[in-house]
């Protein structure tokens, strides 16, 4: 994955693992509207990600693949092991609000 923004990408999630003794076992498809990459100056480690998300993703699990049970996974796609170190919600729209 390299740096801007991608395209439409259906994932398949399963119920996530800290969440099982509240909810059943299910999967899932979810759709990641688009996302997109911006670098840290000064970290070869480090990146911000944006994303715009089907309402019910599970976006922690979808970053480091929750032991497969996310598939694709930001880690997956990069090929290593991928961590949420701040998960800020900065929008939401609720298009069933929305009239046409």
Known sequence: MCEGES???KIMQ???IR???RQSLLEREKLINWMKIERIAGS????LLYLCTQAGTYIKEFVH???GRSH???GSILGCRAEILQLDVTDVKMDCFLTG
């Open 44 to 47: 070869s480690q480090y990146f």
């Open 19 to 21: 969440v099982l003794h």
């Open 65 to 67: 693949g929750d032991l």
């Open 72 to 74: 694709p996974s930001v």
């Open 7 to 9: 395209e439409k990408q």
């Open 14 to 16: 399963q119920t996530p």
